[in-house]
């Protein structure tokens, strides 16, 4: 017999599919609410820190047959303030929902640097709820030391630090996209080295060996998406070449990266300062895919920092 509070663990009738649940969960402040509002917006039955004890019920719900409000895949999330959360018992529960055959899970943490949940802490004058009598990175720090087995058990982890609500909702259409939107999803980012490397790049390019604009003093003050820049470092001898070999590499690899399942698929162009070189190689970049029919979001990240 199952133990009391758990799902039954069936195997799914006929030929019908798996529904799709994806458990959201990760340090307060990291954004879970937002991810649950993406998911929505893509096509989700999202529900949003509901009682632990109440998942086993809902998964009950979820598995009967005949119900066609129901039909979508479903979205849940779940953190440290969650009624009745406790690290262990959320895994086992998280264990239990996969064994069942009726259900396909994905579990997804989203984390954060320390510093970026103390700003955004300060910046909203919220307490942390692990910390209401306590400096917010007492709190932070708790909280880490709580959700490590659950970070260990996600099947994805997505940093939010640097990450916008509009980057974050693209990556969750890479990874969880509905048939509809299943064709591999493209980011190109640019960046600096200064910054350190995106975390999220699944392949990173190194332009700078090319002229760097910087050093032109009626070209520093402006960026890579600046026409004049562009026709700097397009003049640049290594450019043509180099291009031609980036996109000669990159354009049978994308057919493979789908061949095998991958649904999202980061492309980092990184130099010193991320404003020029990287901006406008990756710019460069991004035309060339999608004259190709590829649909590709294009993001800068460091193009706002200063350029001193």
């Given at each position: 017999m199952p133990q009391p509070g758990t799902?039954?663990?069936?195997?799914?009738?006929?030929?019908?599919?798996?529904?799709?649940?994806?458990?959201?969960t990760g340090l307060a402040g990291a954004g879970r609410s937002t991810a649950l509002k993406c998911l929505e917006d893509i096509g989700y039955e999202a529900v949003d820190n509901m009682p632990l004890d109440l998942l086993p019920h809902l998964v009950t719900g979820l598995g009967q047959a005949n119900l066609p409000a129901m039909d979508k895949p479903v979205a849940l999330g779940f953190d440290?303030?969650?009624?009745?959360?406790?690290?262990?018992?959320f895994i086992a529960l998280v264990a239990q929902l996969k064994a069942d055959k009726r259900f396909r899970v994905s579990l997804?943490?989203?984390?954060?640097?320390?510093?970026v949940l103390q700003r955004r802490y300060t910046e909203t004058r919220r307490r942390h709820p692990l910390a209401q009598d306590r400096p917010v990175g007492d709190g932070i720090l708790r909280e880490r030391q709580l959700m490590r087995p659950v970070r260990g058990e996600a099947d994805v982890v997505l940093d939010t630090s640097d990450t916008a609500i509009g980057d974050l909702k693209t990556m969750l259409v890479g990874h969880f996209g509905?048939?509809?939107?299943?064709?591999?999803a493209l980011t190109v980012l640019s960046f600096s080295y200064k910054h350190g490397l995106p975390r999220e790049a699944d392949l990173v390019f190194d332009v700078r060996?090319?002229?760097?604009?910087?050093y032109n003093q009626s070209l520093r003050p402006l960026s890579g998406e600046d026409a004049a820049v562009g026709q700097a470092i397009a003049a640049d001898p290594a450019f043509p070449g180099f291009f031609a070999a980036l996109t000669s590499l990159l354009w049978p690899l994308l057919p493979g990266y789908e061949g095998e399942g991958k649904s999202y698929l980061t492309i980092a162009i990184g130099c010193t300062g991320g404003r020029h070189r990287s901006v406008f190689v990756a710019g460069r970049l991004a035309q060339w895919l999608r004259e190709r029919g590829r649909s590709v979001t294009l993001r800068h990240r460091d193009v706002g920092r200063s350029a001193k």
């Open positions: 799902a039954d663990i069936v195997t799914p009738a006929g030929d019908a599919e798996p529904r799709h649940i994806v458990l959201v440290s303030r969650t009624s009745g959360f406790s690290s262990d018992r997804v943490f989203l984390d954060c640097d320390d510093d509905l048939p509809a939107q299943s064709d591999l060996f090319l002229e760097n604009p910087y």
